[in-house]
């Protein structure tokens, strides 16, 4: 039995949050949280978070008899909108800064 958790327009950029992403696709849950607790990266712990929120809908929307037996299937970080601002430069002219978010979709299941 599959279970989601989608945590969308958060600000991280894709590339740096499919680092931590790939540390975690295929663990166990308990194994994911320990590496996400650990891993020094800012984005870590808003996939933690992700991921406790994705246990949680597993005990209490599907009736999960044991949490333990949970792994991450899989998690997928797509591309978010680009907040485009700008910064001041010399002689009057500006450089486009871009402000990258990601949507990131974990995937729990059973073994």
Known sequence: M???AVLKHTRAAPQKARLVGNLIRGKNVNDALNILTF???RVSK???ALLKSAIANAEENHKVLDVDDLYV???QVD???VWRRQMARARGT????KKRTSHI???L???
């Open 109 to 111: 299941d059973e073994k």
């Open 73 to 75: 299937k899989n998690i």
């Open 46 to 48: 808003k996939i933690q």
């Open 39 to 41: 891993t020094r990266k």
């Open 79 to 81: 591309k978010g909108v």
């Open 105 to 107: 979709t974990i995937i």
């Open 94 to 97: 500006a450089t486009a800064i």
């Open 2 to 4: 599959e279970v989601r």
